[in-house]
């Protein structure tokens, strides 16, 4: 992928947590960049402060990605400002833990309609302008549960399996045109999520890591960096795994 412009990278969730992670790894590409955000605003602020800091030319959007006519204006927005989408990444997540016996429908609707469709919408809005300039990277934020389940996690689960099926089944669709399309599967990352699990149950999930160690944002958002880049040029319809082994 060789865009002859300063490249367009969208980056949904990218707030805080994974999400900025990614923000800044891209950053270091100069490009210009566009992230969401929900509600955070303090967060998105320190997010844009920090790619500025490291060179981008930043903007920060709220926006609801569940909200398709909401997330269509985004894509808009950015499309009369650059003309172009060479990067999306589809971060944005939430969670409503519970076992399938005590969720309630709207729990399970809540991270459905955010974490798998959100990135429908988001996608669908990047397929055309990169189908149409012939060129492409879409990379999905997926989960280490999507691959492998995780008990009191049915409706997330199902949402990241979701973008795994959605990964390759996107990337025969547009591997003609030149639009790459593949997935990032974290296992346990040190963030606000994961820092509100109970002691107990934080060491309990290492000890279940081969290398042993909690992973980190950086981390993930190093791979995410990799597939957007033009070394990742032959790679189109998988799933990277950043979890130190916790599934294989």
């Not at 790619?51 to 006519?69: I, L, T």
């Not at 990444?89 to 798998?116: E, F, K, Q, Y």
């Not at 055309?128 to 280490?144: F, N």
């Not at 002691?199 to 958002?221: D, H, Y």
Request: charged content about 15%.
């Amino acid at each position: 992928m060789k865009p002859k412009t300063q490249p367009t990278v969208v980056v949904t969730g990218g707030s805080r947590g994974i999400g900025r992670a990614i923000c800044l790894a891209l950053a270091a590409t100069r490009p210009r960049l566009f992230f969401n955000y929900r509600s955070d605003t303090t967060a998105a602020a320190e997010t844009l402060a920090a790619c500025r800091a490291a060179g981008a030319d930043v903007s920060a959007v709220a926006v609801d990605v569940a909200d398709g006519a909401a997330v269509a204006a985004f894509f808009d927005q950015v499309l009369t400002e650059t003309g172009r989408i060479d990067v999306l990444v589809c971060n944005a997540g939430i969670t409503r833990d519970n076992l399938v016996m005590r969720m309630s429908p709207a729990d399970w609707d809540a991270v459905i309609a955010t974490d798998l469709t959100g990135a429908f919408h988001c996608v669908r809005a990047a397929a055309r302008p990169m189908a149409r300039q012939r060129s492409g990277r879409i990379i999905l934020v997926s989960s280490v549960v999507g691959a492998a389940g995780n008990a009191g996690q049915a409706n997330y689960a199902a949402a990241k399996a979701g973008l795994i099926g959605l990964a390759k089944s996107l990337a025969r669709e547009l591997a003609s045109r030149g639009v790459t399309v593949n997935a990032v599967a974290p296992g346990l990352v040190d963030t606000d999520m994961a820092a509100a699990l109970e002691p107990a149950a934080r060491e309990a999930l290492i000890s279940t890591i081969p290398l042993g160690r909690i992973g980190t944002a950086e981390e993930v958002a190093a791979a995410v960096g990799f597939l957007a880049s033009e070394a990742a040029g032959y790679i189109t319809g998988q799933v990277l795994h950043v979890n130190g082994g916790m599934y294989m």
